[in-house]
């Protein structure tokens, strides 16, 4: 089992940035099979793949939407993996899923799931 914990959700405007923090309680020994990152729904939309990262930090995807914004990177002294979003726009509100699974990447059809942060960007 995988437990995750997401923070550092809020709100913003547009052109601003922002950091969300997800930690796990497994230990490395399981996390390094694993990847980390997040995934992000609207209301009415399907959940959107954002960025992920190998425990290892070798293997690095991201979604069309995060490329050259955001920044997907890992402690892991602290054991947790985190999101740097800039130059944030309202189209990025919505609420941000950490989600490990084992592979180098997230499909999403068998991870482990946060309770979600949400964002927010208004102006």
Same mark, same amino acid.
């Not at 995988?2 to 497994?26: K, M, Y």
């Not at 990025?92 to 990447?105: K, L, Q």
């Given at each position: #089992?995988? #437990? !995750?914990?997401?923070?550092?959700?809020?709100?913003? #405007?547009?052109?601003?940035? !922002?950091? *969300?923090?997800?930690?796990? &309680?497994?230990? +490395?020994? *399981?996390?390094?099979?694993?990847?980390?990152?997040?995934?992000?729904?609207? =209301?009415?939309?399907?959940?959107?793949?954002? %960025?992920? *990262? &190998?425990?290892?930090?070798?293997?690095?995807?991201? @979604?069309?939407? +995060?490329? @050259?914004?955001?920044?997907?990177?890992?402690?892991? %002294?602290?054991?947790?993996?985190?999101? #740097?979003?800039?130059?944030?726009?309202?189209?990025?509100? +919505?609420?941000?899923?950490? %989600? %490990?699974? =084992?592979?180098?990447? !997230?499909?999403?059809?068998?991870?482990?799931?946060?309770?979600?942060?949400?964002?927010?960007? &208004?102006?």
């Amino acid at each position: #089992q995988v #437990q !995750l914990e997401e923070s550092g959700g809020g709100s913003v #405007q547009p052109g601003d940035s !922002l950091r *969300i923090s997800c930690s796990t &309680s497994a230990s +490395a020994r *399981i996390l390094a099979g694993y990847s980390m990152g997040w995934f992000r729904q609207t =209301p009415g939309k399907e959940r959107e793949f954002v %960025a992920s *990262i &190998s425990w290892s930090g070798e293997r690095i995807y991201y @979604g069309n939407s +995060a490329k @050259g914004r955001f920044t997907v990177g890992r402690e892991y %002294a602290k054991n947790l993996v985190w999101l #740097q979003m800039n130059s944030l726009k309202p189209e990025d509100t +919505a609420v941000y899923y950490c %989600a %490990a699974e =084992p592979g180098y990447t !997230l499909t999403g059809q068998s991870a482990y799931w946060g309770q979600g942060t949400q964002v927010t960007v &208004s102006s």
